[in-house]
């Protein structure tokens, strides 16, 4: 099991950055795969960034060059720094984690936090 809870969200104007945090109750070390989705109203459930088999990451072509995923192993944590954010940047994002057992992946969900970019 892994329990994954977020913060970091909230109202920022266009242009400007937030910082999202998500702390895993167990040691990332053991996990995956682990990163971020976002969901916009009305829209399904999609990938913004990740880490994969260790440190290779993955972004969204809509968030490249603006968002950036990182860690603190000692901290069991992963964050999502967010700059030059656009208003359709918002939506509710999700921590994830998909830990590899046998042939199957386990998925974990954080319960979100919302980011409202206002234009």
């Known amino acids: 099991q892994v329990q994954l809870v977020e913060s970091g969200g909230g109202l920022v104007q266009a242009g400007g950055s937030l910082k999202l945090s998500c702390a895993s109750s167990r040691s990332i070390f053991s996990i995956n795969a682990m990163g971020w989705y976002r969901q916009a109203p009305g829209k399904q459930r999609e990938l913004v960034a990740t880490?994969?088999?260790?440190?290779?990451?993955n972004y969204a072509d809509s968030v490249k060059g603006r968002f950036t995923i990182s860690r603190d192993n000692a901290k069991n944590t992963v964050y999502l720094q967010m700059n030059s954010l656009k208003p359709e940047d918002t939506a509710d994002y999700y921590c994830?984690?998909?830990?590899?057992?046998?042939?199957?992946?386990?998925?974990?969900w954080g319960q979100g936090t919302r980011v409202t970019v206002s234009s």
């Open positions: 880490f994969r088999s260790g440190s290779v990451t």
């Open positions: 994830y984690a998909g830990v590899v057992v046998g042939n199957a992946v386990n998925a974990y």
